[in-house]
């Protein structure tokens, strides 16, 4: 071979070289910069779940607080009705405590004597 064709076919390696070194150099930075935009919006979908999550439990907190509050006032109202009733019937509501406190002695001590 001509030294000619040999500087030919080794300036054509030179070449073919620094492209293939140029593509993985374009190559590795696509990489990073696709790497990079994914960690942005992953973190952003973390922030947005976090804060939904976060409002999420506010309201949670606000209606449970709603509700104990709504069950505070019926257990006083319930309380306060029992009380009238049995100031308005003292006997009545004696013997009726006695009643039930018959009938549930009754429910379990039958329920030891089934299982012996």
């Known amino acids: 071979m001509p030294a000619n064709s040999l500087n030919a ?6 070449k073919a070289k620094d492209a293939a070194q140029d593509a993985v150099d374009h190559a ?3 990489f990073a910069e696709a790497a990079n935009a994914a960690r942005v919006s992953l973190t ?5 779940v976090e804060k939904s999550v976060a409002e999420g439990f506010e309201t949670l907190r606000a209606q449970s607080r709603t509700y104990t509050d709504t069950a505070g006032q019926q257990l006083e109202d319930a309380q306060r009705y029992v009380s009238e009733r ?13 009643g039930v406190g018959v009938l549930i002695g009754l429910l379990i001590s039958g329920g030891r004597s089934n299982n012996r």
């Open 9 to 14: 076919a080794a300036n054509e390696a030179d």
């Open 28 to 30: 590795e930075r696509s």
């Open 44 to 48: 952003e979908a973390a922030k947005r």
């Open 86 to 98: 049995v100031r308005e019937r003292p006997i009545t509501a004696t013997l009726a405590g006695l």
